[in-house]
Each structure stands twice: as structure tokens, then as C-alpha cells.
């Protein structure tokens, strides 16, 4: 079974790796642009340059929200016990466990499948103030809380 400390590292993970990719993506258009000789097909040229400065623009909008993401996850409080799902919750329901903090996608392990999600994603929305016991209803299925750690 994970702890919220190997949960915590693997949003970290996803986030970081993200940014990597991104920043990575950015270097390679500068590249191209800088690469970019003029030819003899100007309108080409002016295209394909305007093509790549648009693409550059575009993750430098998505390295922005990676940035965003992380400094969210930095807040996460993930070592602070509480009974009422929160920030750095780790909810166990009667469907799924979840972890609020950022969308990271599923971690799996042996024993333990737990979705990282964002507190703002609509699940996240209902299992804010929870506690044991409590129910919720999404997608038209009554969904049960277990445990919060």
C-alpha cells in the first residue's frame, strides 16, 4: 500500500516530467527558427516561420499552466492528518481511492490503484469536506467514503 509521500512524489514526477517535455519542445522550435534560412519560396518561408512561432507560443501558454501546477502541488500539505477530505487527502470510497492534489493520472502499484486528481475537477468539487461515511452522487451512482487519511 502507498503512502501519501510516494503519491506526492509521483505527481511530482508527472508535473516535472511535463515541464521537462515542454521546455524541451520550446528549445527545439528555437532551434528551427534560428536554423530557418530564407529561400527562395518567401511565402514558404514566412509560413512555416510564422507556423513555428505560433507553436511556440502555444507551449510556452501550456509551460505556464505546468508552472501553475506545480507551485499547486508545492502547497499540497500531504504530511497533515485530517478526517475531513482536503488538499493532500487520501480519499478511499467505495468505487475508487483518490488523491487531491493535482490530475496525475492513475498511480498503481501492487496492491493499490489511486487516481491523482485536482481538487477543482468535478469529483474533487464533492469530495471536498468529506469524512467517513459520507456519500456523494456522481453520474447518477451514490458513491460511499470509506476512509480519509
Excluded at 24 to 42: P, V, Y
Excluded at 69 to 92: D, H, N, R, Y
Amino acid at each position: 500500500m502507498p503512502s501519501k509521500q510516494i503519491l506526492f512524489n509521483y505527481c511530482q514526477t508527472f508535473i516535472e516530467g511535463r515541464i521537462s517535455r515542454i521546455q524541451k519542445n520550446i528549445r527545439d522550435i528555437q532551434e528551427s527558427l534560428a536554423s530557418e534560412t530564407k529561400s527562395s519560396a518567401g511565402d514558404k518561408h514566412e509560413t512555416a516561420r510564422a507556423m513555428l512561432q505560433l507553436e511556440r507560443e502555444r507551449l510556452g501558454q501550456q509551460l505556464a499552466e505546468a508552472e501553475r501546477t506545480k507551485q499547486v502541488l508545492l502547497k499540497v500539505p500531504f504530511e497533515k492528518a485530517s478526517q475531513i477530505a482536503g488538499l493532500g487527502s487520501w480519499v478511499k470510497t467505495s468505487k475508487a481511492d483518490y488523491f487531491l492534489a493535482i490530475s496525475a493520472g492513475q498511480f498503481e502499484d501492487d496492491s493499490s490503484n489511486v487516481f491523482c486528481i485536482s481538487a477543482d475537477t468535478p469529483i474533487g468539487r464533492l469530495l471536498l469536506g468529506k469524512s467517513a461515511g459520507d456519500t456523494f452522487l456522481f453520474h447518477n451512482t451514490i458513491t460511499e467514503i470509506l476512509s480519509v487519511h
